[in-house]
């Protein structure tokens, strides 16, 4: 009998914190900056849902994304994804936060879901038959459409069934991106089997190559600890091939993943084996709990989006389930007879044909109602239909999905008395404004209550600025900023036009801006740290160590603050207060993808010594000299590639 549950799961977590309080101008904008995480951990609740059989429990983080976080096959006794032991955010989604583990659903733009580390919406019906199902979704503002997911777990099935849909509710094409991540552990040996015979592999190094598979370069690219490096292989399936991935253990047992046709990239992504990729994978759990991720997606690879045709509604149907074949042939040397043993496997399980009748049957309350909601995600979309109602416009997705009054929250308070009354109320500039709005709608209605002197007041200037920067319309929005402080001087709108006067390389102007801000609002940590990388990028480090030390002690004792302190040293020259910084084991929850900054400072520090006491210039030479003799730490080392 299949069941829906709501459960708690318990597990150690970092804190996650509210919002970055200043607009990210330059990368996500309407949506703010997850930012405010640590690194420590204590035992925390998270609100599940679970769908179980006899075969299978699936377990969904319904307050980070509604990921799947577990899919564990009971009859076997194994765990098929990879569970992080506990929950710890880094610097990786598009809004900053994403963690590693499970299966993560990624629609919008190109990275980690700008939903992965918030709520979503979530609700439950029922199939005809009575299988309980479990409807996920939301509205979009990047791209203003939506997704949705039904999860389901018929009675007597060992496959985990999801039918995703997204709908696109404009009268023009928008470019759309979707890709399903799934954390399988890191097994010595294992092997990824795909039915392709080449691959788009990127090595975060160098350009996207068009590879044979398995072996390339003398290396076998089908056991993910065969990568020195961090790495990406997009597979080139043949269209008319069922695609399907699937990670094996050396018993030929693992998750494998399969679905109807429109969703036909797959990939695998793994950290590598170098330090780096080393200490990313502790970074983000801890030690002895490695892991890879493969990925299925609707594009070949991750570097290209799929044109969505006006008003068009894309579903497919997603299977994760136990895939048990033959170890010899799965691990046999001839590379072909290895991945059709799987294909065979898994057509005798779930055929395309099957596939296609599940998908049809799930189709048939695609449209339908939820029972209940369980629990709301953003107003947003909430606020977005009261917009259409008022014009008389179409609505943006079908009645499935249910964006009601109660999920307004006080973000979107200011526009919806915008949208009722034709004016936005005035605030404390003390107050964090939040809730960015960059829609074109918002923006003409906003324009007309400045216009006619119903909200002529320094908030509207400040939106109104920050909607015609997300146009690229510089100029228009320095001006908008003026008016803001003309208005009543801010610390946002003097931040806001210090991120303009960095765009046009007025580096000095730009910090003495962020001075002023901060002098504004001291207790803003993200305010501090921009007026501190500003500080230095003006060739003031003296001035900037001193601003440092006016801090709170709650934002000075930041991690982020160190590495600030650590650059400042080393632009005066002071390499031993460098060296005292970086062996300190600074923690930096924050540490971008990708970003080499403490491992940088490390090289730095040693080239300036050398070539002081030798009195050599730094140079090429002497950068590899470096770097042969003088390997950094495993704490400050979060290279992807050497």
């Known amino acids: ?62 307050e980070l994304g509604g990921r799947l976080w577990s899919l564990y096959h009971k009859k076997a006794e194994t765990e098929l994804l990879y569970v992080n032991p506990v929950f710890q955010p880094g610097n990786l989604a598009i809004r900053n936060a994403w963690f590693s583990g499970g299966v993560e659903w990624n629609m919008g733009i190109i990275g980690h879901s700008v939903f992965t580390c918030s709520p979503v919406f979530v609700a439950n019906l029922k199939m005809d038959d009575g299988t309980p199902v479990l409807r996920m979704y939301e509205w979009d503002r990047l791209r203003m459409a939506t997704y949705q997911i039904d999860a389901f777990l018929p009675d007597d099935s060992d496959f985990l069934f999801l039918r995703m849909r997204i709908i696109n509710p404009h009268d023009h094409e928008i470019p759309m991106y979707w890709w399903s991540n799934m954390a399988v552990p890191e097994i010595p040996g294992g092997r990824i089997l795909v039915p392709a015979e080449s691959a788009y592999k990127y090595g975060y190094q160098s350009n996207m190559d068009l590879v044979p598979i398995p072996v390339s370069g003398g290396v076998d690219l089908s056991h993910p600890t065969n990568f020195n490096r961090s790495a990406d292989c997009f597979y080139c399936i043949d269209p008319q091939q069922q695609p399907w991935i699937t990670s094996l253990d050396k018993s030929g047992r693992g998750l494998i993943q399969t679905s109807t046709k429109r969703l036909r990239g797959r990939k695998l992504f793994v950290w590598g084996m170098e330090q780096g990729g080393r200490n990313w994978q502790e970074f983000l759990s801890q030690p002895g709990s490695a892991y890879i991720e493969i990925q299925a997606g609707l594009a070949r690879t991750q570097s290209e989006y799929l044109q969505m045709p006006a008003r068009a509604d894309w579903s497919w149907l997603e299977a994760y389930g136990l895939m048990q074949t033959n170890p010899d042939a799965a691990y046999g040397k001839d590379w072909k007879i290895a991945y059709q043993s799987v294909d065979a496997e898994l057509k005798k399980v779930m055929p395309p044909d099957k596939l296609e009748q599940i998908y049809s049957y799930a189709g048939r309350i695609a449209d339908q109602k939820p029972d209940e909601i369980i629990q709301r995600g953003s107003g947003w979309g909430a606020l977005e239909r009261l917009r259409r109602e008022k014009n008389g416009e179409k609505p943006f997705c079908s009645d499935s999905l249910i964006f009601d009054d109660k999920s307004l929250t006080e973000e979107q308070k200011p526009w919806l008395e915008l949208l009722n009354d034709g004016s ?139 590495i600030m302190e650590a650059r400042a040293a080393m632009k005066k020259g002071d390499l031993d207060r460098v060296e005292e910084i970086l062996l300190s084991k600074p923690s930096v929850a924050d540490v971008r993808e990708g970003e080499v900054t403490l491992s940088n400072l490390w090289f730095e520090m040693h080239e300036k010594r050398i070539a002081k006491t030798e009195n050599i210039a730094v140079d090429d030479e002497l950068r590899k000299r470096v770097r042969r003799e003088f390997k950094p730490p495993a704490w400050l080392d979060f290279r992807q590639s050497t």
């Open 1 to 62: 009998m299949s069941e829906f549950r709501l459960e708690t799961y318990i597990m150690p977590a970092a804190r996650l914190g509210p919002e970055n309080p200043l607009p990210p101008l330059d990368i996500c904008l309407p949506y703010g900056i997850q930012d405010d995480y640590d690194r420590e951990k204590i035992e925390r609740e998270f609100k599940t849902v679970v769908l179980e059989n006899d075969f299978l429990r699936a377990t969904f983080l319904i």
């Open 424 to 562: 936005m109320p005035d605030m404390s500039t003390t107050e964090k404004p939040g809730g960015w709005m960059i829609q074109a709608q918002w923006r003409e209605m906003l324009e007309k209550a400045v216009k006619n002197f119903h909200s002529d007041h320094w908030l509207s200037w400040l939106h109104l600025g920050i909607m015609y920067y997300s146009q690229e319309n510089f100029e228009k929005a320095g001006k908008a900023w003026q008016k803001s402080l003309e208005r009543h001087p801010s610390p946002w709108a003097y931040r806001n036009l210090a991120v303009l006067a960095k765009r046009n390389k007025n580096m000095d102007e730009a910090a003495d801006l962020l001075l002023k801000a901060i002098e504004m609002s001291p207790d803003i940590y993200s305010l501090a740290l921009e007026c501190c990388k500003a500080l230095i990028d003006s060739g003031r480090p003296e001035e900037m160590l001193n601003f440092m030390d006016k801090l709170s002690p709650e934002i000075r004792s930041r991690g982020r603050m160190n």
